[in-house]
């Protein structure tokens, strides 16, 4: 009885953000296809505009959850600019929570609405997000021999005719690293070697289409790449070996105490051109990734895990930020 009713409270735990933020998705997908057949006859960038308002109210209402309401603490390192930016975000990826780690850096820098996604292509089919994230500039990608390139750059290069801000979210492994599923791990290192470049144990060897359309599509118009590297804090098991990476609903639940978020600025001038000089450029930022996590999972003095090197600063959200939305989409 007992034990029933400690489940019965844990599950209640991501029983309510999940019941509002599903419940009033409806509501958001009614308002914003109003305002999307009202646009058909305006210019493009007057949609987006809107568009951007819409995503960055509900958003907000999302962040509400996973950050107020959850109570993790976000822990940044590094150089997050103050000022919205046209950036691409490459971040390393381990789960579906690292979507919404791009959301918790955007809102800081005021561009939450600008977040869009590269995503894998059968993401599409999710109901009404798959669409809408398409609609609000998202770019679906096949993998490898499928990749399509033609239709990205015409994605992308009708976002910049639209003078779209960009805040282009890339998770350039391709897939997730699940330290559950080793196979995969290991065909990404056998990969790596076969390549002649660097063996990596807490990221997956990563892959450059997507990164080099985006890049030398938009260069001109980006400020900035920003380079991610996120930990979550307890994915150790009691051997020191590492586990799954939270999921939403887990993350909803308060698995996750602290989120560690290294963030590197860089230039596009410090960034090659060519394909094959960037394949070599961002298998590099790969590396250096898995030595900030190598440092944070497996530090021989224990006081050095558990962190990333250098300075950090506890960013707390405000509620200013995310609690009118969530009354707002909850009374409409």
Request: with cysteine; aromatic share 12%; proline share 5%.
């Amino acid at each position: 009885m007992l034990l029933s009713l400690v489940l019965h409270t844990y599950s209640m735990r991501y029983v309510l953000p999940a019941a509002v933020m599903m419940g009033t998705a409806p509501t958001y997908m009614l308002a914003w296809g109003a305002w999307r057949l009202l646009s058909a006859v305006l210019p493009a960038r007057f949609y987006r505009e809107v568009d951007d308002r819409l995503y960055t109210i509900y958003q907000s209402m999302v962040l509400f959850f996973f950050e107020n309401y959850t109570g993790v603490q976000v822990i940044i390192y590094g150089d997050l600019p103050k000022n919205k930016e046209n950036v691409i975000y490459l971040s390393n990826h381990q789960c579906t929570v690292d979507w919404i780690i791009a959301d918790m850096l955007a809102i800081r820098q005021n561009a939450l609405g600008h977040v869009r996604y590269v995503l894998k292509d059968g993401l599409k089919w999710l109901p009404l997000y798959g669409w809408y994230f398409s609609q609000h500039g998202g770019v679906y990608v096949k993998r490898s021999a499928k990749f399509n390139e033609k239709e990205m750059r015409e994605k992308l290069r009708a976002q910049m005719k639209a003078e779209t801000p960009m805040y282009l979210v890339i998770f350039p492994e391709g897939t997730r690293y699940n330290p559950e599923i080793p196979k995969v791990i290991a065909d990404s290192q056998s990969f790596a070697e076969k390549e002649g470049l660097a063996i990596l144990k807490h990221v997956l060897t990563p892959r450059v289409k997507a990164t080099h359309v985006a890049i030398d599509s938009m260069k001109d118009y980006l400020d900035a790449v920003y380079d991610v590297t996120v930990a979550y804090e307890g994915t150790v098991d009691h051997k020191g070996q590492r586990k799954l990476a939270p999921s939403m609903t887990e993350f909803l639940c308060k698995e996750c105490p602290r989120v560690h978020i290294f963030i590197d600025r860089i230039d596009l001038k410090d960034i090659p051109e060519e394909q094959m000089y960037m394949r070599r450029w961002l298998h590099e930022r790969f590396e250096i990734k898995d030595k900030l996590l190598i440092e944070f999972y497996d530090a021989k003095d224990s006081k050095r895990r558990n962190k990333f090197p250098g300075k950090s600063v506890h960013s707390k959200l405000s509620l200013k930020k995310t609690l009118p939305s969530l009354l707002f989409l909850g009374t409409v």
